[in-house]
C-alpha cells in the first residue's frame, strides 16, 4: 500500500498547526554571521582601480560607516539587531512559517512540507529586512538620502518603503524594460516617496555613455547598478545601497532562518532538505545561513539546495571566478561563480533572478560542495506556480516558484520511494505584480530561453585578468 | 501642555504587540447572526413576480439551500462554521489586528488606533471569508460550479480561489470596465481556473437586452448580477452567489468582529469607536454585528460609524425604501437605503463602494440611529491612504482607506481635545490591483464627483411602488 501521508498528517494536525507563529517577542535579537563559522572565508572584494582587496576607507565612499563593517567583518558570529530595525520588524515579523497540509494531501506525499512566507508585506518580498536595515544606518549616520538599483521592482519597492518611515530621501534606477512593463511598481515606489528613473538614463555619466553605445538598449541591473552607484558617490549626502549579493544583505537575510530554526525547535520538527531560490543569493543565504551553522560545527546535517532559472544559471554553468559586479566596472570585483558582468538574460525570463553573478558567501560553500544547486526552466515553475496557488491560496512571485518547483519534485519523489522527508523552502515573495507574465502562462506563449555553451564562453571572455 | 500620548504609547509596548495575534485553535467556532438580537428586524426580501415576501423554494432556485436558510434565519444566534472552512479558514485566519503605533506617533495623537488587517491573503480582501462559505455549501449540496459577478474584482478573487479549492467550476461576469482596466485581476482569476466574462456580454438574454438599449456601456454591478443569476437559474447543476448586500455574506463576514472581540479580551483592550467602509455593507456588517449585539443586549456601549464615498452616498443621501438590487429586476427585492438600481456612480470614482443599495442589516440599524454614517470625498481618502501606508508600511485598498480617512480624523480631534480614544477599524485589503487609481492621486490627476439632489432625485423616481 502507498504512504500518500494523510495518516501521519492527520497525527500533526493536533499538535501542529498550519502557521507556525513566532511571537513578537520570540523574534531573534541578533543576525548570524555565517562567514565567522567558515574555516576557508570567501575572498576579499578588490578595488576596481588598484584590484588588491579593498580597503575600508575606499568602500566608505560608496557604503555607509556601519554596513562597511558588517561587509568586512568574517569573525564575528552574531551581530545585534538595533532596536530601532527590531520595531520595524514587529510590524511585519516574525513571518509566518506554514505546513503546507493542502499541498502535501493534493501531491499525496508522505513528505513534510514547510514554507517561510516572507510575502506578507507591501514590498511583496524578504527585500524589506535588509532594506530597513541599511536606510537606519545610513539615517544613523545623518546622510541625506540613498540610491539604488531595481530589477523586478521588489527591492526598490522595499527601500522606498524603508526611507519612508525614517524620512530618508530615496532614488531608485529602474531597468529600463521593467519600468515600462511595470508602471504599477513604479507607482508604488513613488507612493511611498521615491523617485524612480529609468536605466539607462541621461542623468549619469555612465547611462549617457551606455546610450550613446547602446541607443535602444532596454537595460540590465549591471547598467542600473552603475548608475546608481555613481549618482551616491556624486551626491553630498548620500550613499548607494543593494538589495543582493554582498555579504551584509545576507547578513540582514538571516532573520529568516533564524525565525524558521526558532519555530522548529518550538515545535519540535527538524527539516531534511533546506530549498531557497538564488538570483543575487540573499534569499537562500539568509534562509539557510544558520542551518549552515550547524552543520559547519559539526552539530547537525542537512542538504541544502539552490535553485536557479536555466537562463541565467550563474551557479550551475558559471565560472568561479572575480568579477565585476556592474556593467561600468565601477563597483569593486568580487570572486563569486559569474556568467560575466555582460551576460543580459533572454527578455522572454520573467521576474528577478536575473543577476550575471553569485553571493560571494554562497559561491564560496557552493564551491566546498556545501550547497547543491539545480536549474529549472521558466515554464514549469509557473505551472509549479500554479499548482501551489489553486490549494496553499498565495499566489507566488516568480523567483519564489523557482524553489516551489524543486520542494514539489522531492515530495513526488517522496511518493515513489516512501520517505518521509521534511522540506523547508521560503515562499520569499508575491506575484500580484507579476501578472504580466502568469498571462503569458495562462495563454501558453510563455517560452524558455535556455544559453547556448558559445554563448557562455564568449561571456567568459570578457572576465578581467586578476594577477 | 499637549498629550501626544507617547508616554502612553511606552507603557502600551509593554503589554501589547504591534500585532495582536490569536492562535488557530482561538479561532471563532461560530458565526454570529445579530438579526437574533434585534428586536425590530430588516424587512423581508420580496419576490419580483409576486411582489411578496420571497418563499424559501423560490430562492433555492437562485441559491443553494443551506445559504437560503442562513439568508432566511433571523432567530439563531450563533451558526456553528463547518470543519472544512475552519480548515480552510487556518489558511490564513485568524487575521492580525494591528495596534497602529507608528501612525499613532506620526500623528501625536492620544488616541489609541487598531486595525484588523483583512488583506493578508491573495484574494488581496476580506472577501474571501464568505467565498469559502458560499462555494463549500454550493460543493456539499452537490452542484457543479457558482457564477457570480464581480467589480472592483476583489470578490472575483476570493470566489475563484474559494472555488479552486474545492475544485467547482467558476464563472465570473465582471464589469466591462473593470475588465478593461484591470486585465491582472482578470488573470488572477484565471491562474486559479475561473472563467471571466466581460459584462454586459452577449452570453445571456440580460446582456444582449442592455447592449441592444445601450451598446457603448461599460457595465455596472447591477448589470453583471443579473446576467450571473440568469445563468446561474438556466445552468443544469449551478447556483448564484454573492459578495455582499446579502445578510448571509454578513454572518459570514462576522469572523472580522468575532476575531477582533477575541483579540481585545485576550489583551484587555475595549474599543469606543468602530469604523467600517461601507459598499454593500459586508465589512461594515462583519465588523461590528458581534460589537452591536452587546449594545443590543444593553452589555455595552459603542459608536459605530459607515464611511461611504460621496460619489455613491446611499446611506447619507439615500432613501429608505424597497428596491431592486439588480439592473435587470431579476433579483428579490430588498428595504434598504438605496439610490435608485439604475444610479450609477461617476466613472472617476476608484475601486469598489459603487453599489446603489445597502445591506439591509445595516439599513435597518441605521435607520434605527443605532450606526453613524458619513461620506468622503475621493483625493482625500487617496491622501489618507498614503499617510498610513507611509508609516504603517500597509498599501491599502482604496475602498479600505475610507475607513482609514476617518480614524485619522478622530485621532486629530482627540489631540485637540486630549481624549483618550480607542478606535477600532478594518483595514478590508490591500491596494495592489489599484495602482492605476494610485497613479492618478500621484500626478495630481484625481476627480471627485458628488451627484447633484436633481440627479439623485431622478434616480428616487424610478424606484418601484410597493402597496
Given at each position: 500500500m502507498i504512504n500518500d501521508g494523510s495518516k501521519q498528517r492527520e497525527i500533526d494536525k493536533r499538535t501542529i498547526p498550519y502557521k507556525l507563529?513566532?511571537?513578537?517577542?520570540?523574534?531573534?535579537?541578533?543576525?548570524?554571521?555565517?562567514?565567522?563559522d567558515m574555516t576557508k572565508k570567501p575572498a576579499p572584494l578588490l578595488d576596481p582601480e588598484t584590484m588588491k582587496p579593498i580597503t575600508e576607507e575606499a568602500l566608505r565612499k560608496v557604503f555607509c560607516d556601519e554596513l562597511v563593517k558588517q561587509e568586512l567583518d568574517d569573525t564575528t558570529r552574531l551581530i545585534p539587531i538595533p532596536r530601532e530595525i527590531l520595531d520595524f520588524y514587529k510590524m511585519y515579523r516574525p513571518a509566518p512559517l506554514i505546513r503546507a497540509y493542502c499541498l502535501e494531501e493534493k501531491l499525496g506525499t508522505p513528505a513534510k512540507i514547510y514554507y517561510k512566507f516572507e510575502g506578507n508585506n507591501t514590498s511583496g518580498s524578504h527585500k524589506l529586512n535588509s532594506a530597513i536595515a541599511q536606510a537606519y544606518y545610513a539615517k544613523n549616520q545623518g546622510l541625506k538620502g540613498v540610491t539604488t538599483e531595481t530589477g523586478a521592482g521588489q527591492w526598490g519597492t522595499a527601500l522606498a518603503m524603508a526611507c519612508s518611515y525614517l524620512d530618508l530621501e530615496c532614488q531608485v534606477y529602474m531597468v529600463k524594460c521593467s519600468y515600462e512593463q511595470k508602471p504599477f511598481r513604479r507607482e508604488v515606489m513613488r507612493t511611498f516617496g521615491a523617485s524612480v528613473t529609468p536605466s539607462p538614463s541621461m542623468t549619469t555619466e555612465i547611462g549617457q555613455k551606455i546610450l550613446a553605445a547602446h541607443p535602444d538598449t532596454s537595460g540590465s541591473l549591471g547598467c542600473a547598478i552603475s548608475e546608481a552607484v555613481e549618482v551616491a558617490t556624486k551626491t553630498e549626502?548620500?550613499?548607494?545601497?543593494?538589495?543582493?549579493?554582498?555579504?551584509?544583505?545576507?547578513?540582514?537575510?538571516?532573520?529568516?532562518?533564524?525565525?524558521?530554526?526558532?519555530?522548529?525547535e518550538k515545535y519540535g520538527v527538524e527539516p531534511d532538505v533546506i530549498i531557497g531560490c538564488a538570483g543575487g543569493g540573499s534569499n537562500v543565504g539568509g534562509l539557510i545561513s544558520p542551518f549552515m551553522g550547524e552543520k559547519l560545527r559539526g552539530e547537525k546535517d542537512y542538504q541544502f539546495i539552490a535553485v536557479e532559472p536555466k537562463s541565467c544559471p550563474s551557479l550551475t554553468r558559471g565560472t568561479y571566478a572575480y568579477d565585476y559586479?556592474?556593467?561600468?566596472?565601477?563597483?569593486?570585483?568580487?570572486?563569486?561563480?559569474?556568467?560575466?558582468?555582460?551576460?543580459?538574460?533572454?527578455?522572454?525570463?520573467?521576474?528577478?533572478?536575473?543577476?550575471?553573478?553569485?553571493?560571494?558567501?554562497?559561491s564560496e560553500l557552493y564551491d566546498q560542495k556545501l550547497i547543491d544547486a539545480v536549474s529549472v526552466e521558466q515554464t514549469e515553475v509557473f505551472a509549479a506556480a500554479e499548482e501551489f496557488a489553486r490549494v496553499e491560496g498565495i499566489l507566488p512571485a516568480p523567483e519564489s516558484s523557482h524553489a516551489i518547483k524543486v520542494a514539489m519534485d522531492i515530495a513526488k519523489e517522496c511518493k515513489e520511494t516512501g520517505e518521509e522527508k521534511t522540506i523547508l523552502f521560503c515562499l520569499t515573495g508575491t506575484g500580484y505584480f507579476d501578472m504580466y507574465a502568469y498571462e503569458k502562462f495562462n495563454n501558453k506563449q510563455m517560452e524558455d530561453y535556455i544559453p547556448t555553451d558559445e554563448e557562455l564562453q564568449a561571456s567568459f571572455a570578457t572576465l578581467p585578468e586578476i594577477k
Open positions: 507563529i513566532l511571537e513578537e517577542r520570540e523574534l531573534p535579537k541578533y543576525w548570524y554571521n555565517v562567514r565567522a549626502g548620500y550613499r548607494y545601497v543593494l538589495g543582493s549579493v554582498l555579504s551584509q544583505v545576507l547578513l540582514h537575510q538571516t532573520i529568516v532562518g533564524l525565525e524558521c530554526q526558532a519555530a522548529f559586479c556592474d556593467t561600468g566596472n565601477i563597483c569593486p570585483l568580487q570572486k563569486m561563480y559569474t556568467l560575466g558582468s555582460n551576460f543580459i538574460p533572454s527578455p522572454s525570463h520573467s521576474g528577478g533572478l536575473r543577476y550575471h553573478g553569485m553571493s560571494s558567501i554562497i
